[in-house]
């Protein structure tokens, strides 16, 4: 960006204010290269990143025990992420979701309007985001490939 | 201070798997009304001793489940950057929900609802319909993993002043979200009357009747109403007629019955409920 009066503070936005990007996984961790793309993505165009982890098999029943490991799971990925974001100056949140992935996307859309685009991890099939998603819906498998 | 023309919608909750996403529901309605959520809990009252079983902090682990839905609740809207209010309370579950929607000066209330058979429901209590009952304002019954959607609503009449107010509700969402309204009057005509000649015929004339009002009443308000008649049980049809026609929600009016018979056989709305996935909006007189 250019400034015009370089003496001047810009006013910094509010990060609840930024254009949200929001990622999709069910693996309980990130994949790297879902994480690069997304934070480069995020930093490049200011916005700010919406890590949804879904748990596609609430309902198991193994007494919980897939469930809390799924979720020891995703902290231990939150602190990774994290220390990520902070060298790049993005913004990053996290919501641990159940169910199916088009029906997580279709929901988090009607929460948050201002979700620019989606951002989808391996393991998630883009036909069932992109049905429910109002929202641009990219696989970063394809990315990674390229 | 609240500011009365912020809407409030509040969510009652419980640490089963029928409610774990109602506050995420919630909150996407909450986002197109500019509602505020509040979030209650009640701990059901416990006035045994359990110290005879060495359980020295009871109280404590029976709040803990409920606190924690709480927490988890306000976790989620935080990571959103939304604001959710909390509300942790002890005693009776229905009477509480209700103090609090009288409190907060609620404008729905939100609950989430389990198909049950009509003996679990007698064995496993009545919260549910105590609440309709009770409740200062509409009741939003969310089934398990139902999602809130009001593309398709269906909206069950049948003359009285309960389903008149359920047509002024089903229009008046759909004049906000642009949905489309089915209208169903359903002939119930009891076996003793129904071998009777002409019977059948007095009764849908009668339905016609009572859903062309339903329909200029749509009219005034622009709103178009596709209407249908069937003949059989009503939370049946209602059911299958949703199913069919892929509705998304289903208003109705807050009639009971006497609190005997629906003791036993069970109120509409629980039957509907038992019957059909999709939320129903259960309209109070305002």
Redesign the interface.
């Known amino acids: 960006m250019i400034q015009l009066y370089p003496d001047e503070k810009l006013a910094e936005i509010p990060?609840?204010n930024l254009p949200v990007i929001l990622v999709v996984t069910r693996n309980s961790y990130l994949t790297e290269a879902a994480m690069t793309y997304s934070l480069n993505v995020a930093g490049r165009l200011n916005h700010r990143l919406?890590v949804a982890y879904i748990n596609t098999m609430?309902?198991l029943w193994d007494a919980g025990s897939r469930s809390r490991r799924f979720a020891l799971a995703v902290d231990d990925s939150v602190v990774l992420l994290r220390k990520c974001s902070q060298k790049k100056g993005v913004v990053v949140?996290?919501?641990k979701e159940?169910?199916n992935p088009g029906?997580v996307v279709?929901?988090?859309c009607?929460?948050?309007?201002k979700i620019e685009f989606i951002i989808v991890d391996n393991g998630v099939r883009v036909e069932v985001v992109v049905s429910r998603s109002p929202v641009p819906v990219f696989n970063v498998d394809n990315f990674a490939r390229m | 201070m609240i500011d009365p023309s912020v809407k409030t919608i509040l969510v009652a909750m419980n640490n089963s798997?029928e409610n774990?996403?109602l506050f995420?529901?919630a909150?996407?309605l909450a986002?197109?009304m500019r509602a505020r959520v509040v979030v209650v809990s009640v701990t059901p009252a416990y006035e045994g001793n359990m110290d005879r079983l060495f359980m020295r902090d009871a109280v404590q682990q029976l709040n803990a489940p409920f606190e924690e839905v709480l927490m988890v609740a306000e976790e989620?809207a935080v990571?959103?950057?939304?604001s959710l209010e909390t509300i942790h309370r002890t005693g009776k579950p229905d009477e509480q929900i209700c103090a609090v929607a009288y409190e907060v000066k609620a404008d729905i209330l939100i609950l989430g609802c389990a198909q049950r058979m009509q003996i679990e429901r007698m064995l496993l209590g009545r919260t549910m319909i105590e609440v309709i009952i009770n409740s200062p304002c509409d009741v939003l019954l969310i089934p398990e993993?139902g999602?809130l959607r009001v593309n398709k609503i269906l909206v069950g009449v049948d003359g009285s002043a309960a389903s008149r107010e359920a047509g002024r509700r089903a229009i008046e969402v759909a004049k906000s979200y642009g949905s489309e309204i089915h209208a169903l009057y359903v002939t119930n005509i009891p076996a003793e009357r129904s071998l009777r000649y002409g019977v059948t015929r007095e009764a849908e004339q009668q339905g016609w009747e009572i859903l062309k009002q339903v329909v200029n009443e749509g009219k005034e308000q622009d709103v178009p109403i596709v209407t249908a008649i069937r003949g059989n049980v009503p939370e049946e049809c209602l059911a299958s007629y949703a199913q069919e026609n892929n509705i998304h929600l289903i208003v109705v009016g807050s009639k009971t019955g006497s609190m005997g018979f629906d003791m036993f056989c069970g109120s509409v709305v629980e039957r509907i409920i038992s019957l059909t996935s999709c939320p129903v909006l259960v309209a109070k007189k305002r």
């Open positions: 990060s609840q919406l609430p309902f949140s996290h919501v159940s169910g029906r279709s929901r988090l009607r929460i948050m309007k | 798997q774990r996403s995420k529901e909150l996407a986002a197109s989620y990571a959103l950057g939304l993993e999602e």
